[in-house]
């Protein structure tokens, strides 16, 4: 569950560090158990990105009442309503600055095939577009919903070191662990309820007082459909809220959570990769062609 920045997690499946096969089953188990946990008027989005998107993942969210909202990658075929033949989908972003959304027929394989509301924009500063399938209507969505599941990547390190520690545990017994999970679900609920109360009533600074080249001005321009821009998560600040009442022997605070608004546009990169990154990434790219040129002609002859 994403909330202010944080991701308090809601059903978990305990499995050998290197175990193999697929973890299909207990997607779809994790999934078929949370099937009713949910009021049925509340709106669930279901964010992974790239690397996990499948259509039976698709499928099963759709079977929970849920909207998917996964990000592939760019090398797909799709053809909108009305056309027969399927293309790239790069061409509805050629360039950096542009954007389309719309039903479309996705994946040029019968097998993978799959109608749906196709999301893709293009922001500057982006090496690649964000291409978001969803089975909401074209007009109820919004790609920019995409930069939550980086809260994702936020609540991992609440979890680890930025938190809670669990890096440091050295258990092997698959129970215990999931009752250890349950008791930090319980306790990032409390300490994100805590923090997100505290974070709502940060006090805003007022930028029209400032000169415009103050430091704070550059530091936090953003535009005023983004979430703020927080320098302390809110399961840190409700930790520390706590730890202050304890500290001075006041009762414990017990509110809810507090949202706050989704965002409506795309963040932009705070910066680009570097040039050496940008060389690595396109060697990587040149030995990736070469590898699959030679693979092709082997299966030639």
Request: with cysteine.
């Amino acid at each position: 569950m994403l909330i202010r920045g944080c991701a308090i997690p809601v059903a978990w499946k305990v499995i050998g560090a290197h175990a193999k096969g697929s973890w299909r089953p207990y997607w779809e188990g994790l999934l078929e158990r949370l099937q009713g946990s949910v009021p049925a008027d509340w709106e669930v989005l279901v964010l992974a990105d790239r690397g996990l998107y499948a259509r039976w993942l698709y499928t099963a969210i759709v079977a929970c009442g849920w909207y998917p909202f996964l990000r592939i990658n760019l090398g797909v075929k799709a053809r909108a309503v009305g056309e027969e033949a399927f293309d790239w989908i790069s061409r509805w972003v050629p360039a950096p600055g542009t954007k389309w959304q719309g039903v479309v027929e996705c994946f040029a394989q019968q097998k993978s095939r799959l109608c749906c509301t196709r999301l893709l924009q293009w922001e500057v500063g982006y090496e690649h577009p964000w291409i978001v399938l969803t089975d909401l209507a074209p007009a109820e969505a919004n790609v920019a919903w995409y930069g939550l599941r980086v809260w994702i990547e936020a609540g991992f390190k609440d979890v680890k070191r930025g938190g809670l520690g669990w890096h440091h545990s050295k258990m092997r017994d698959a129970g215990r662990v999931e009752r250890l999970w349950l008791a930090m679900a319980v306790a990032m609920v409390w300490m994100v309820g805590v923090g997100s109360h505290a974070d709502s009533q940060r006090p805003v600074a007022c930028f029209e007082q400032l000169p415009e080249r103050h430091i704070a001005r550059q530091r936090l321009q953003r535009a005023p459909t983004q979430p703020p821009i927080r320098r302390l998560s809110c399961l840190q600040r409700g930790r520390l809220v706590l730890l202050a009442a304890l500290f001075k022997a006041e009762p414990l605070p017990l509110v809810r959570l507090v949202p706050e608004p989704w965002p409506q546009t795309v963040t932009p990169p705070k910066r680009g990769p570097k040039s050496s990154q940008q060389r690595q990434r396109q060697k990587r790219r040149e030995r990736k062609k070469r590898q699959k040129a030679a693979h092709h002609r082997k299966t030639a002859v």
